[in-house]
DNA sequence: CGCTATGTTGACGGGATTCAAGGCTCGTGG
DNA sequence: CCACGAGCCTTGAATCCCGTCAACATAGCG
């Protein structure tokens, strides 16, 4: 592997068809360089933030895997996320100055630093920059009222397809392939992002390996049927 | 229909501390007369918006009570929140230019008109302003991941509970009383909301007010002990 | 090698749903 | 003014999906 690049740019990123630069142009590009100003490696197991810490930056995961969560007082804990290259973290924190929740790593993993207040400075100068995080933030609203829809209304195999099919789809527009995927999170993470305890995601695995849907072994996954997982999510309402 | 409102000034709107203008002085305020360019009445029972349609507008609640909700192809349906004055919606839309869900008027409400590109035009000139509509985007977010965690890890009577203590904390800061309410939705739409069914709904209204928590008359509460109703929030985990 | 974290599987119980019947409220029209 | 109907709410009984508890298997790591 290559000595770690001196300056992070944008640019050159591989990710910026699916990060925040969404839209902008070579030259707007480079008035980003100075908005990015740092990374931060985070290893497995370690929190990029926790709640309740003051918030000064977004941080765009670069390579790795997160978590997002939040936990009430009594100990009860939902996982309210997963993360992978090119998505966002931290953009509860605007609400009150302060993160809502904790991002822990479930790998090693690298970010990039975007100290907020240059974001909104930046965002002065730069429609399209503006624009582009009004989306992102616009996104990360839909995508948990999608949560809201698979927690109040699916049941455990439904809710475990709808997120088996969400996880490739974002792995596939990450050149990765669709049907073979390695979960970097446990049974009891996934549990609770969907709502279910870990025996029942555990179950409801070994029923989908059962019908031929899929192989799984321990994190190791091979999809043998998307359209039948697709059907699941869909046909369900009984 | 009477004759449009002649003209709609955030200056002397005494909403302006809850919503959008939150933190603008009144030199600031007065910059805003153009942005919200007229209000919109909308009946009852009739859409403000519906998934699907074309994004133009944010649309901040002056008077009265929506809900949004969210569907899937088969007909399954899920109420995503519940707003009252100084509240804003159509957030989703920003995301693809295309709202992503239904807001329906659930008694005769009035509207303010924000058009979009009109906000983010003003929202690079006033720091203030960005920074609020950041803010609210952002305390979207947080309110959703707070619904995750009551859909995820609460059972009916805890759901019910943290609802109405949400409930009576947003109309107390309307100046309403913090103990007797009318509901404006029906069972259904608060089950929807919570991920129950309405009959369960029905029956923990029945056995808070059997348990001497508050007394209901179908939509007519009156709350007897707050307390008892957030430790039930709170001590619930077991 | 043995410890610990994680994953699998079975048996059982319980909380919520489903199905069904009936009551309450309010608006509409006779 | 009152009857009537539609929508909404309440309550009971039976069912079922998922959670709980428990035992064991497997993997990773010092």
Redesign the pocket.
Known sequence: MLPEPLKVACASCNLRELCLPVGLHARDLAQLEGLVAKRRSVPRGEHLFRNGERFEALYAVRTGFFKTCVGSEDGRDQVTGFQMAGELLGLDGISSDHHHCDAVALEDSSVCVIPYDQLEDLSREFTVLQHSFHKIMSREIVRDHGVMLLLGN??????LAAFLLNLTQRLQARGFSASSLV?R?????I?SYL????????????KF?EDGLME????QLRILDHEALQALVNDSH?
């Open positions: 699916m049941r455990a195999e439904e809710r979960l999170m446990t049974r009891e993470e549990g709502g279910l305890k870990l025996e029942t995601v555990s179950r409801t695995f070994s390996q799984v072994k321990q994190r009984c």
